[in-house]
Nanobody, 123 residues
Framework: VQLQACGGGLVQAGGSLRLSCAAS????????RGWFRQAPGKEREFLAA????????YYADSVKGRFTIYRDNDKNTVYLQMHTLKPEDTAVYYC?????????????????WGQGTQVTVSS
């Protein structure tokens, strides 16, 4: 499966952005979809994950209440709506897919990755 993420950009603190990640190819193996981010000099960090039906969602504490993950299976696309952005949210954001039907936050469970999209939040 190929994942294509887009929607990043430069935004002021307090602003909003919506990232999207379209899947193509063997989309049948994208049971769980997730978003991660990686800031310079830091490890890749889990943000949110959603199962196939959208009935199970898990967020990292750092984004809970500010970010919303959802998916449109007809379009094979998952979204990350981000509100109240902070300068510390600046990072490259990656979408990922897992064959696991159960929502997971472990990076090792995600076997397909998008190319990343840069999000920069200015103060």
């Amino acid at each position: 499966v190929q994942l294509q993420a887009c929607g990043g950009g430069l935004v002021q603190a307090g602003g909003s952005l919506r990232l999207s990640c379209a899947a193509s190819g063997r989309t049948s193996i994208t049971a769980t979809r997730g978003w991660f981010r990686q800031a310079p000099g830091k490890e890749r960090e889990f943000l949110a994950a959603i199962n196939w039906t959208g009935g199970s969602i898990y967020y990292a504490d750092s984004v809970k209440g500010r970010f919303t993950i959802y998916r449109d299976n007809d379009k094979n696309t998952v979204y990350l709506q981000m509100h109240t952005l902070k300068p510390e949210d600046t990072a490259v954001y990656y979408c990922a897919a897992s064959v696991r039907p159960v929502v997971t936050s472990s990076i090792r469970d995600f076997n397909s990755w998008g190319q990343g999209t840069q999000v920069t939040v200015s103060s």
